[in-house]
């Protein structure tokens, strides 16, 4: 049974579930799996400072979800193997793969309802209480019956693919997709992570589909299509952390209510079950004496100063994400005196390194699957990705693990296959890392310099061919600047904290040099006919310019 990720910290913390609220008015209660939940009343958690969207139910894919967790017929155990094998993307053959389908087959309303509910626009889970109103004590029980979905759809999935309908396949991948992002933008952190690893699920095989040669490049397509508008709703690590903020802040609320939390000001020890007793002058008395020793508004201030700086460290300038923080230096930033803060705030270090993980793997099969189409209807592999633009991916974004362009090949030699967009495990994370860029020159460079080639390609109509030369020279241009940057990083670093502007630019002279050479190499790829039709484009959207901005005269 999940629990939202701070709560179990202050569980080991504090101890049991302390008895606040409970004589709350009983609101709904839902049935999971034959098991009845009783759901926290909205208003409750409004109060505590909770976003709680108001979403009629017949309209809210939460529920249309429960009713396929509570269709699911449950996996016999002696087709554990098989489907394991199957969410491998292998089939069984014979009398087990025959069981399997025949489960599956008792499925089929179970995986109906997720699709439709994949396609919903509105998605918000209900919290479910524990013993009390204490977000100590929240249940979020429909997180493991969440994975078997997405897990089942998959093994669906292969068994589409073993009948020679891969198009259906890559249609459950894409419902698994949906899902994850619906699931992944919950309130909590813990939904987050799942949600991501939900993705997981479908970015793999719709890579491993991809890559079988029996997919037809028009379903490639929309598949990249539809992927690329689900990226807008991604879970992301910000949205992670502002959910885990939220729930930090009615923490607080919720232990200063509680004796036990602070046993040196109430004589109460910690751990062991806690109990609230009922209101009166002293226990008034007692609360209000914490709020002076230990002041929540401060606590809750720095509560939000922590996440704000964890939120800013991993932004670049252009807004997108992808650098190194250092978690530690934000976490000294919290006074000494705030040991609740000190005690409770957790660690998000891995979870932004997941997040990034997952956004990188979700382009990874996006950029797999739009090399796919490419070479379906070209007999090779495009020479570079931006070659895809615009027929086959509307844009190729930098990876998010590393703030580069993805290090793509067709594999040499004549072998199958392109080398660069593999999926990456946990296993490559520490070399990504280490090729991560400093945010000192990060975005003021990189973003800079992309935007530049990428604007000037579509000046001037470049070919897939000259497409290819422009971004070699990028390449070129951008392994050198690297090199610069990983010799002065720490400098130029120092230089960006202090705010010394003018040495920060002369210091970077060389990386201003390189990218005037950008410019000039560039300019050798157009033909004359090119440069003429660029030019007049920008003569004609000048004289535009100039014309609206021409004062209006009175008759």
Known sequence: MYRCALGAVLVCVMGASPAWGQDAEVSNKVNIKGQEFEIYPPDKLRARGLEVPEIPQDQNAAWVYLDAMNAMVDLP????????????????????????????????????????ASTMDEYYMPFFRGDTNAMIGMLLPTLTPTRQLSKTLSVDAAYQMSNGDAAAAIENYLTVQRMGNHVGNGKTLI?????????????????RVAQSGEVDSETLQAAVAEMEGLADSFPTFEHMVRAEQQWAESFIDDAFEMPSVFGAISGWGIGGVITQPSPNGWSLLRTRLRRLYLPDRAIKKHFRAHYDALIEATRHEDGSVGMVFDEAKQFGKIPAWDIISRMVVPSLARAYELTLRAESNYVRARMTMAVEAYKSDHGDYPPTLPALVPTYAASVPPDPMTGYDFEYKPAADGASGVDGLHRITRDDETALRQKRRTPAILSPRASKWRRYVQSFCEQHELTDAQRGSADGILRNLEARAGRFEQVHGAKLQKLTDAGKTKELERETD????????????????????????????????NNGKKARKLPTTKP
Do not use: C, Y
């Open 191 to 207: 939904e987050g992570l799942v949600g991501i690893a939900v993705g997981g699920v479908a970015e793999q095989g719709m890579m």
């Open 510 to 541: 060389p990386l201003a040099k390189m990218f005037e050479e950008l410019r000039q190499r560039l300019h050798t790829i157009p033909t004359a006919e090119q440069r003429a039709a660029a030019e007049a484009k920008k003569t004609k959207k």
């Open 77 to 116: 155990t002696d087709l554990s193997e098989a489907f394991e094998s199957a969410l491998d993307g292998t089939w069984p053959e014979g009398e087990t793969g025959d069981k399997l389908a025949g489960w599956l087959e008792q499925n089929r309303a179970s995986l109906d309802l997720v699709r439709r």
